[in-house]
């Protein structure tokens, strides 16, 4: 069944992109070039509606089939951060307010039984109490859910991102034989590449809100529910949509430690400032593209080996993420002494 899931679903957010293309779609909503802004013209935004409308029409007979209380529970938080997000781009819900739904829906999520007993690491599990995980749990969806809204900034980045880590869960799902673990996960990014057909550089539509938010949460509860079941460790979910998290908490903490406003619009993220540099979206995309494959290629590989080469894998993007952002400034300077 999973391959017909994600045929599905690919068709369905392929023709639903297509439709919220055209001008006279009754659900167009145009994004309209700002400060923090990589286009130069107005462009759609509601292509998330159509990543919505393919993953749900997949969730359903799912949760149908199975049933599992944790896909729906899943569907039910998914669908709750999609309306709140597609509000935000039709009429632009508050920071505050927002926040507040995010938060209620990670814990509603965790409350479901999502929540991991504890941390696995390369040849060890470290359990730790309620207290102490419900928190972290909690803040780590949230932060999943903003952080790929926040790198949902240029053509291609965030559907990429959501077709290759997708894809790799649905691989690590049928590797330990969980079936809906695997069906949701390929759903996700096959409704992902059917979005990306047109929004692959030069984009004729952006995901906006409705979809940046949705597959971040998406991916915050396939990496809590795949740490519970043992189904994806920890350390390797991580590594896989390592991209996007690494880029958004180094921006963030480098902005909080220079004082700025972190909720202000900026172009500080590093595959912003590529852009900037005259790579233009197309090669940039690419370049992350081919780091997403590294990374998650790494990963999968390394849950069928030793701890030690596990913790090596680690070792070595431990150490490549930051000679990639010096990488970066380096090319900066370069640029300015010319």
């Known amino acids: ?92 819900v508050s920071p505050g307010r927002r926040m507040l739904a995010h938060f209620a829906v990670a814990i509603l999520l965790l409350a479901g039984g999502l929540g991991p007993p504890g941390l696995s690491l390369p040849g060890m599990h470290l359990s730790w109490p309620v207290a102490i995980g419900a928190p972290l749990a909690v803040l780590f969806v949230v932060w999943m859910i903003n952080l790929y809204n926040f790198m949902d900034g240029m053509d291609g980045l965030a559907g990429g991102m959501a077709v290759i880590g997708f894809s790799s869960f649905a691989l690590l799902g049928m590797m330990v034989g969980n079936a809906p673990f695997a069906a949701l996960s390929l759903a996700a990014a096959a409704a992902a590449g059917g979005f990306l057909v047109f929004n692959f550089p030069p984009a004729r539509i952006f995901m906006g809100d409705t979809g940046s938010s949705l597959l971040g949460f998406l991916a915050a509860a396939l990496v ?50 590529l852009v900037q540099l005259g790579w233009g979206h197309k090669k940039t995309v690419l370049y992350e593209y081919a780091l997403m494959l590294a990374c998650a290629g790494s990963a999968l590989w390394a849950t069928r080996q030793t701890p030690s080469v596990q913790w090596f894998i680690l070792a070595f993007w431990a150490v490549c993420y930051p000679m990639l952002m010096v990488g970066v400034t380096r090319l900066e300077r370069a640029g300015q002494s010319k």
């Not at 998330?48 to 896909?71: D, E, N, R």
């Not at 991209?243 to 220079?258: E, G, K, N």
Request: charged residues 15%.
């Open 1 to 92: 069944m999973t391959p017909v899931y994600a045929l599905l679903a690919f068709v369905i957010a392929l023709l639903g992109t297509r439709y919220l293309c055209h001008p006279g779609a009754r659900l167009r909503i145009l994004d309209y070039p700002n400060e923090r802004s990589l286009h130069t013209r107005p462009t759609p935004r509601t292509g998330g509606l159509a990543i919505l409308a393919a993953i749900g029409g997949m969730t359903i007979p799912l949760a149908l089939a199975g049933p599992t209380i944790t896909v729906g529970i899943i569907a039910g938080g998914g669908l709750s951060i999609a309306l709140l997000s597609f509000l935000d781009d039709r009429f632009s």
């Open 224 to 273: 809590v529910w795949g740490e519970r079941d043992g189904i994806v460790p920890l350390w390797a979910a991580l590594l896989i949509f390592s991209p996007f998290i690494v880029d958004a908490s180094a921006t963030l903490l480098q902005r909080a430690w220079r004082g700025e406003t972190l909720w202000q619009a900026h172009k500080r993220h590093y595959y912003q400032r």
